[in-house]
């Protein structure tokens, strides 16, 4: 039995491997590699995704937290292009660092579902230095991240994401294509960091306070969620209804929301 089959996936790591070759192939479709491309793949796991990518990029990083499934990817990919593995955490690896003087990073994977928020607030933090990222997904997520203004799945993910990229959920993936096969089903999302935001915003830091305490309870009004912090006055000085929900604002209310803020 190879390495790769005798591989049974952590529960611990979120490990679902993909294993059906259609999907797979509408991944890369997706992506688009080309050679030369500075490709960044988070959880290779067995390499599925990964030898395809590097047999017309030429070159790919990866970044694996689980030490055993080293040296299943090398092996899987060994003669096919260069392939430099990172054994790190992707939710505290240094993206910025690996692009260094270079063209910015392309960067896909298959998400653990356990990390997939936390990894893509981490990703947010470095978007300058992304061109795109393709990602496989829980389903419901995918759904918040691409949720607009008065959508039930519309929330915090949504606007932060929102922020700073192009979100396109692009298809999703039943549980069978996976081993083993997951609870939920999944979806694939192109996110492509914007070159500027849509929205003016003076200071991120408050706008990312502003969105968050909007959210924080959802169910509340903006008079509510935000009191102690904006006040009526403030929130009608910005064009926003202080019995409004947080749900049902747009970039452009959380923008003047934030420009308020203090």
Not at 136 to 156: F, K, N, T, W
């Amino acid at each position: 039995m190879s390495a790769a089959l005798a591989h049974r996936p952590r529960k611990r790591f979120g490990q679902h491997f993909l294993r059906d070759s259609n999907v797979l192939e509408r991944i890369v479709a997706a992506i688009r590699p080309m050679p030369g491309d500075r490709l960044v793949e988070i959880g290779p796991g067995l390499g599925a995704l990964t030898r395809p990518l590097l047999e017309v990029a030429g070159a790919l990083d990866a970044v694996e937290l689980d030490r055993d499934l080293l040296e299943p990817l090398r092996d899987h990919c060994a003669g096919v292009g260069t392939l430099r593995i990172h054994h790190a955490d992707a939710l505290k690896f240094d993206f910025a660092a690996l692009r260094g003087t270079g063209s910015r990073l392309r960067v896909a994977g298959n998400l653990p579902y356990n990390i997939s928020t936390p990894l893509l607030f981490h990703l947010l933090d470095q978007a300058s230095h992304l061109r795109d990222l393709h990602f496989m997904l829980q389903q419901d997520v995918v759904e918040r991240m691409a949720a607009g203004p008065g959508e039930e799945a519309y929330g915090r993910l949504s606007v932060m994401l929102q922020y700073r990229c192009r979100v396109e959920m692009l298809f999703t993936v039943g549980p069978e294509s996976f081993r083993p096969p997951p609870k939920v089903r999944s979806a694939v999302v192109r996110l492509v960091p914007r070159e500027t935001s849509s929205v003016a915003v003076r200071d991120e830091r408050l706008f990312a306070e502003v969105v968050r305490r909007a959210f924080a309870q959802r169910r509340k009004t903006l008079r509510n969620a935000l009191r102690g912090w904006l006040d009526i006055t403030r929130i009608e000085a910005a064009g926003v209804d202080p019995g409004a929900r947080p749900e049902t604002l747009d970039l452009a209310a959380f923008a003047a929301l934030s420009e308020l803020a203090s």
